[in-house]
């Protein structure tokens, strides 16, 4: 099995999938077990490019391949998050404390399209559906919800050229949540 890429300040280098249809609905994945909802993503392994991880995992995780989908864009630089410490395995080394994504924007070239999660001996997902653009960032578990707001912000002029639909009334609260300190562990 192919190395992931872990920074020498503990971040493992991932890349993140925003798949886009028709007017501007999203892609969301249930995670295996029914562990929340969330974006196609996934590591990166030595050697990789960018784009070389994001249609492994495109196919890896939702069994779409390069031509079902249009490269539209993708985040200008690396958006990170730290794992909450229940979640760093202290026993795996080099040790991964967050993880760094670069984000990708995907349109579907057609419709309708058929998804496998079965591409894998443990896959992602169980279950999907389409949402609304800026749900995910609420949906997401709560130490991903900061990162899934500034990549869809970045986004959004790319997959809305017209004019972006409005901010939810949730948006700024999910955000001045983030900020708060967290509870102690």
Known sequence: MAQDVIDSDGFRA?????????????????????RGWQFPQGGMREGESLEEAVYRELNEEIGLERPD?????????????RLPPRYVRRNQQPLCIGQKQRWFLLRLRREPMQFE?????????????????WDPAREVIYFKRGVYQRALLELAPLAFPGGAPPLPQWWDEISRRRRAPAPAE
């Open 69 to 81: 989908v249009e490269l539209v864009g993708h985040t200008a630089r690396w958006l990170r998050y």
């Open 117 to 133: 999660f079965e591409r894998t001996a443990e896959p992602e997902f169980d279950e999907w559906r389409w949402s609304t653009f």
């Open 14 to 34: 991932n890349v993140g999938i925003v798949l886009m249809r028709g007017a501007g609905e999203v892609f969301l994945g249930r995670r295996a077990g029914g």
